[in-house]
């Protein structure tokens, strides 16, 4: 063992039972197979004018090396402060995973500089590996310090079905000086009538008959029984609209968005964020929107349908390939297996943008897999050896799902 890390050596001699040569030596090491996945970047709110320390809770990785030899690099920016470590007293370029996670290091706003977003490329090396992500810094007077939406993504729901909105679709924070808040967050439908409003009908054909969903609580019946103005579910639980509810009801999975319409459409839920604690802290004129699918109709002929809750999208970061997991890709269907349901390419990422590829066959573009694939893990995407620059970016793929004969 060197410097922790595995090291020897093994002397090596060649003979042919009459001459020998001279002693050579073999060098070895280990070597993680396991690369550097960024286990939490969530949203830095840094305060103007100030240092504020970037904790675990908003930045870490997970590594197996150890920490200490884990260092992270600023290849560029950010633009309106400087990465700090505050035991060092001094602006730093590189900086260990052991730091991050000590709370020493931050971010020191430029006095006098502009408030708004900043970013920051970081590089972190384990001296094996390497992975190169953006970090994203928003800029605040302290005195507006309040809530800051952290998710806020499209759900998706079958006409006539409910939707848990969960955290990972909408989470909110309140974020003061060095603390952040999330059970304190209360959100209030605004108007508090018509309000889910639909967006855009999909379906022509039903257009006069589309209307809006709503937001309901749904909770346990207790002994007692139903309460007044609530709904029994027949599921042993009861739901009654609300207008206001708190992020902690969503994070226990007490605020569902009931369709109640007989067409597709996208529903917008129009809102405002507030501070429990602070009634001068609130987001006002946010929106979260739900794709209102239409329903399959039974027939001898079925087809494959989009799992319900599942958002069609994976999240990827340069160098570093991503399984396509059943959480990004799913469909159903009611008579066809996972392996009867396959997936045909119609339109492949373009040379630029990467390639979708099958392990057993790594670097190879494929244009077919089946939702076996999926389930097992067997379908990756191979971001392009091109850097993608500072700024996030989109990309496309186009398929048919069908069911095998």
């Not at 970013?119 to 994203?136: C, M």
């Not at 639909?198 to 589309?210: D, I, K, P």
């Not at 708190?246 to 569902?256: A, S, T, V």
Request: glycine content about 8%.
């Amino acid at each position: 063992m060197e410097d922790g890390r595995s090291r020897g050596k093994a002397t090596l001699q060649i003979t042919d039972s009459q001459l020998s040569s001279q002693p050579g030596f073999l060098y070895f090491q280990s070597v993680s197979s396991d690369a550097i996945v960024i286990a939490t970047r969530a949203l830095f709110i840094a305060t103007k004018d100030e240092l504020t320390i970037i904790g675990p809770d908003i930045l870490d990785l997970s590594v197996l090396s150890d920490i200490e030899f884990v260092k992270l690099t600023v290849l560029h920016g950010p633009k309106h402060g400087r990465i700090y470590n505050t035991e060092e007293k001094m602006p730093v370029q590189v900086f260990s995973l052991d730091k991050l996670r000590s709370k020493v290091i931050g971010y020191q706003h430029n006095t006098g500089g502009n408030i708004g977003s900043d970013e920051v490329l970081l590089q972190a090396s384990d001296g094996f590996h390497l992975i190169t992500f953006l970090f994203y810094i928003e800029v605040r007077e302290k005195e507006n310090q309040g809530p800051v939406l952290m998710h806020n993504k499209v759900g998706h729901v079958v006409v006539g079905d409910m939707l848990k909105i969960s955290s990972e679709l909408l989470l909110a924070k309140v974020v003061e000086k060095e603390t952040i808040r999330k059970e304190e967050v209360v959100y209030t439908l605004v108007p508090p009538l018509n309000n889910p409003q639909e967006g855009c009908v999909t379906s022509l054909n039903n257009m006069h008959n589309a209307m809006q969903g709503e937001v309901l609580m749904v909770v346990p019946i207790p002994p007692s029984g139903v309460g007044h103005g609530w709904e029994d579910l027949g599921n042993g639980n009861m739901a009654a609209r609300m207008t206001r509810f708190l992020q902690r009801d969503i994070d226990e999975g007490r605020i569902w968005y009931k369709s109640k319409g007989s067409a597709a459409l996208t529903d917008v839920i129009k809102f405002e964020v507030a501070d429990i604690d602070s009634s001068n802290n609130i987001l006002t004129d946010q929106t979260f929107k739900i794709t209102v699918r239409e329903k399959t109709n039974p027939g001898p002929i079925t087809h494959p349908a989009l799992t319900n809750g599942v958002t069609l999208g994976i999240k990827a970061v340069e160098n570093e390939i991503v399984p396509i997991t059943s959480s990004s890709l799913s469909f159903t269907d009611g008579t066809t297996g996972p392996d009867g349901i396959r997936f045909d390419i119609s339109r492949p990422l373009s040379v630029h943008d990467g390639i979708i590829e099958n392990i057993a066959q790594p670097t190879l573009s494929i244009r077919s897999f089946t939702q076996d694939d999926i389930n097992n893990n067997r379908i990756i995407y191979r971001p392009p050896q091109t850097e993608f620059g500072y700024k996030e970016r989109e990309v496309f793929f186009y398929f048919t799902g069908k069911c095998s004969e």
